[in-house]
C-alpha cells in the first residue's frame, strides 16, 4: 500500500531515511507492490483503454483494493512504458529496411539522406 515511514524511529525495521535533505523529518513513501491478480487485472483494463478516469478509476481502485491514487499512478506509468515500447518497435521496423538515420547526423548529413528514405506502413 502506500505506507509511509516517519523519521521518528516508529520504523521497526530500521532507522526511516529523510526524503529529501531539505528537513530534518519527512516522510517517505514506500513503494506499492502489487499482487498477481492486481496486476492481471490492470492490465486487462489497459488493453480497452489506456486512460482511466472518473467513476470508473474509483470503481477498479474498490474492486482491486487500491486507492484511486494508486490506479492513476499504475495508469501513468503504464503508459510512459507503452510508448516507450512502441517507439522501440517502430525503431526497430525502420531499421530494418535501413531508414534509421545515425544519431550522431546534423542537419546536413540528413538532407543528404532525405532522397532515400521509404515511407514504411507501422
Known amino acids: 500500500g502506500l505506507e509511509l515511514s516517519h523519521c521518528a524511529g516508529a520504523d521497526p525495521l530500521g532507522p526511516a531515511v529523510p526524503w529529501r535533505s531539505g ?50 499512478v499504475w495508469f501513468q506509468n503504464r503508459r510512459i512504458k507503452w510508448r516507450k515500447q512502441s517507439m522501440e518497435q517502430k525503431k526497430a521496423k525502420l531499421s530494418q529496411f535501413g531508414v534509421i538515420q545515425p544519431a550522431s547526423a546534423d542537419s546536413t548529413d540528413v538532407k543528404e539522406h532525405e532522397e532515400d528514405t521509404v515511407d514504411v506502413e507501422l
Do not use: I
Request: overall charge positive; some cysteine; hydrophobic content about 35%.
Open 23 to 72: 528537513g530534518p523529518c519527512k516522510m517517505k513513501r514506500v513503494r506499492t507492490v502489487f499482487k498477481p491478480e492486481q496486476l492481471e487485472r490492470l492490465e486487462q483494463e489497459f488493453l480497452k483503454q489506456q486512460y482511466m478516469v472518473g467513476t470508473e478509476r474509483v470503481d477498479l481502485a474498490a474492486t482491486l483494493h487500491l486507492t484511486e491514487t494508486q490506479v492513476k
